[in-house]
T-cell receptor, first 115, second 113 residues
Framework: GAGVSQTPSNKVTEKGKYVELRCDPI?????LYWYRQSLGQGPEFLIY????????DSGLPNDRFFAVRPEGSVSTLKIQRTERGDSAVYLC?????????????FGPGTRLLVL | EDQVTQSPEALRLQEGESSSLNCSYT??????LFWYRQDPGKGPEFLFT???AGEEKEKERLKATLTKKESFLHITAPKPEDSATYLC??????????????FGQGTILTVHP
């Protein structure tokens, strides 16, 4: 079966521009997560969705970052007024969402470069 | 705040030379400890979940163990294809942080033929 997919795989933008990153979770997974990974570091949690609602957005660094999941499947991470410090790999993961300790399955990531 | 520290940062082995990677953690009530493998340019790939101290899991040349303060990933007779970054992560106890994983910085493993 298909795994988690993310588009685009690479995104280059200029400082101050707006970007959208898309995540398609594994079919049937109701929990979806966004992480950010800087070079040489482990992934850092951004936000967690259960269904359509954001259950935990405590990792979003500031109000330039926003994520939606309007139909409980595909999610979009939106970054306004991008800054050079936003350059990183943005990873999406999904899990069954049935509760308990669940394995999170990751997508390949979107590599964002802000010039 | 949950903290995860991995050591060493990098490890170079000869093919067949067994070794261990360490993951030390501080968390208020561990729900699960995860090991992932990450190849360059790819997302993390799930290896193991450990739930309680004393638990062990094995997969091919890898064995993961867990104590109350740390986890080890033992690699027996590694091959060049085992070269990757190995990530350790812990899951928060619940509440609004349910589902969130806190990762260590990873150990870069290189196995030379």
């Amino acid at each position: 079966g298909a795994g988690v997919s993310q588009t685009p795989s690479n995104k280059v933008t200029e400082k101050g521009k707006y970007v959208e990153l898309r995540c398609d979770p594994i079919s049937g997974h109701t929990a979806l997560y966004w992480y950010r990974q800087s070079l040489g570091q482990g992934p850092e949690f951004l936000i967690y969705f259960q269904g359509t609602g954001a259950a935990d957005d405590s990792g979003l660094p500031n109000d330039r970052f926003f994520a939606v999941r309007p139909e409980g499947s595909v999610s979009t991470l939106k970054i306004q007024r991008t800054e050079r410090g936003d350059s990183a790999v943005y990873l999406c993961a999904s899990s069954l969402g049935q509760g308990g300790v669940e394995t999170q399955y990751f997508g390949p990531g979107t590599r964002l470069l802000v010039l | 705040e949950d903290q995860v520290t991995q050591s060493p940062e990098a490890l170079r082995l000869q093919e067949g030379e067994s070794s261990s990677l360490n993951c030390s953690y501080t968390v208020s009530g561990l729900r699960g400890l995860f090991w992932y493998r990450q190849d360059p340019g790819k997302g993390p790939e799930f290896l193991f979940t450990l739930y309680s101290a004393g638990e062990e899991k094995e997969k091919e040349r890898l064995k993961a163990t867990l104590t109350k303060k740390e986890s080890f990933l033992h690699i027996t007779a590694p091959k060049p294809e085992d070269s990757a970054t190995y990530l350790c992560a812990v899951q928060a106890p619940g509440g609004t942080s349910y589902g969130k994983l806190t990762f260590g910085q990873g150990t870069i493993l290189t196995v030379h033929p």
